[in-house]
């Protein structure tokens, strides 16, 4: 991680946005609508840091406006954002009417190769071929391609249905490969999610016979 430090606008929300991860967002409140029309007309990034009403996380993810979907007559505008660069928050300015911060960014560590990488991504495709039957989705069938570690660990984590605090992991995590092997945990303790709901689904929309032994 880089010792030198950039001021960046900061956006704590409610969630955690990840490298290459695309995040949709409703603008509405005037201190984001003033700093989100200064990124987009200067092309520059914001920090997405996750918020649990108390206080903020330290370590958050940069997301650049890829697209403005949709603009209000009174200033408010649905955006499409996308994740960049992680970083970590040294202090916080409270110059404007938005929060800024000093962060460093930082990237994964250097690491020998995993002997195990090829196991690894065999299961993840194959978690993956499951969960974009379950999900009737394209987005895990697109992740199927993908050869990096990194990129590929930090696209599951994207998929929907990882909590924020999940994502947070991930995100704060400086091993590719150990993220990689976590991710598919995760995926597959997801995996069981999506099939225990539709076979509740499946129940409820029949005679109801059976839930309680599910549930248990």
Known sequence: MTTDTTRIPLFPLGLTVLP????PLHIFEERYKQMIGTC?????PFGIVLFDGGSIRSVGCTARVVEV?????????????QGEERFVIHSVV??????????????????????????????A??????????????????????EDPARLSFAI????????EERQRFLEM????ERLHKSVQALSRLLERLQLNREIKRLIGGNGHGLSDILK
């Open 20 to 23: 290459e991860m695309l995040l």
């Open 174 to 177: 400086t091993s590719a490969q």
């Open 157 to 164: 984590a994207a998929l929907e249905g990882f909590a924020p």
């Open 40 to 44: 987009v007309a200067e092309d520059q």
């Open 69 to 81: 979907t949709k603009s209000y007559a009174d200033g408010r505008m649905d955006i499409l954002t």
């Open 94 to 123: 409270e110059e404007q009417i938005y929060m800024e911060a000093q962060v460093s960014f930082f990237d994964d560590a250097p690491e020998p190769p995993d002997p195990t990488i090829a196991e690894t991504l065999a299961a």
């Open 125 to 146: 495709r194959n978690l993956l071929k499951q969960v974009a039957a379950d999900m009737s989705a394209p987005e895990p069938e697109a992740l199927l391609a993908l």
